[in-house]
Each structure stands twice: as structure tokens, then as C-alpha cells.
Nanobody, 115 residues
Framework: AQLVASGGGLVQAGGSLRLSCAAS????????IGWYRQAPGKPRELVAR???????NYGDSVRGLFTISRDNAKNTGYLQMSSLKPDDTAVYYCRLTTIDSYLYWGQGTQVTVSS
């Protein structure tokens, strides 16, 4: 499978961004999609995850601010980020988990939130 993440950029604090993760080469509808982020000097952390059935879970720091979704017809996952803070600055990665538990990562997209 291949994943292409997009939608990152520079935004002011309080602003919003929507990230996209386009998948190919796998049965997207049977797969879970996760968004992770890694800030400089910090470990990669879970931001949000959505199962093949649409169940979601979020990291504590983004719960209520970010929304993960998926469009199986477009083989694409999304992360809507609102009320962004400078602490949200990181490289954001999408990850696909197949029904057989294979993991695939996208290339990452930079999100920078200025104060």
C-alpha cells in the first residue's frame, strides 16, 4: 500500500487545518487509519485513530479539538484540526493498519502553528 499525506502548512494559533491521507494498493475500507505526530526531540505520539467500522479514539491533548474521519469511496482519511496551538507544531504522519495487521506509513506533512 501507499499513503500520501497532504494539507500541512503554516497557520496562526487558533486557526484550522485539514490533513488528508490518500491510500492506494490496499482495501481501504477494511483498514484502520491513524494520525500520529512527532515534534522535534519528542517521541511520535498518537493523535487520532478511526477503525474500519468508524470507531474513533483521540490523544488526550487533542480530544474535542481535532476530528478524524474517512471517506471509503475516495480511499482517503482526514484529520480536521481546530483551535491549533503552537504545541501542535509537528510532522504529522498517517498510518494504515490492514485487516491482517500490516502497517503502512505516509511520508509526513509538516504543521507549524505560530503564536
Amino acid at each position: 500500500a501507499q499513503l500520501v499525506a497532504s494539507g500541512g502548512g503554516l497557520v496562526q494559533a487558533g486557526g484550522s487545518l485539514r490533513l488528508s491521507c490518500a491510500a492506494s494498493g490496499t482495501t481501504f475500507s477494511n483498514s484502520a487509519i491513524g494520525w500520529y505526530r512527532q515534534a522535534p526531540g519528542k517521541p511520535r505520539e498518537l493523535v487520532a485513530r478511526i477503525s474500519s467500522g468508524g470507531l474513533t479514539n483521540y490523544g488526550d491533548s487533542v480530544r474535542g479539538l481535532f476530528t478524524i474521519s474517512r471517506d471509503n469511496a475516495k480511499n482517503t482519511g482526514y484529520l480536521q484540526m481546530s483551535s491549533l496551538k503552537p504545541d501542535d507544531t509537528a510532522v504529522y504522519y498517517c498510518r494504515l493498519t490492514t485487516i491482517d495487521s500490516y502497517l503502512y506509513w505516509g511520508q509526513g506533512t509538516q504543521v507549524t502553528v505560530s503564536s
